[in-house]
């Protein structure tokens, strides 16, 4: 059992910085590929970003290559998720999951889920 915990949202102006941050809790998510997905108001949950186990690959959405960036600290047993260049259509809830296998753009492929933090981009 890996227990996520998401940090670092809350509202900010558009063209400004957050970075977000996933921990696992009580365990070790080494072996795990983590994803971060976000869900807006009214829409489904979509994909955002992707790293595998070492850092070694990483994916991302359309909509936020350039701007966003995944990385992970295996020894602090945390995933980032550094967004630049904030837009209002960023606003969404941020979730971070982990998938034992290799990773996915697809979240019933994932295992473990936190609950999730909110990022607001005032216009």
């Known amino acids: 059992q890996v227990q996520l915990v998401e940090s670092g949202g809350g509202l900010v102006q558009a063209g400004g910085s957050l970075r977000l941050s996933c921990a696992a809790v009580g365990s070790t998510f080494i072996s795990f590929a983590i994803g971060w997905f976000r869900q807006a108001p009214g829409k489904e949950r979509e994909f955002v970003a992707q790293?595998?186990?070492?850092?070694?690959?990483?994916y991302y959405a359309d909509s936020v290559k350039g701007r966003f960036t995944i990385s992970r600290d295996n020894a602090k047993n945390t995933v980032y998720l550094q967004m630049n260049t904030l837009k209002p259509e960023d606003t969404a809830v941020y979730y971070c999951?982990?998938?034992?296998?290799?990773?996915?753009?697809?979240?019933?492929?994932?295992?473990?889920w936190g609950q999730g933090t909110q990022v607001t981009v005032s216009s």
């Open positions: 790293i595998s186990w070492n850092g070694g690959s990483t």
């Open positions: 999951a982990a998938d034992q296998n290799s990773g996915s753009y697809y979240e019933d492929e994932y295992d473990y």
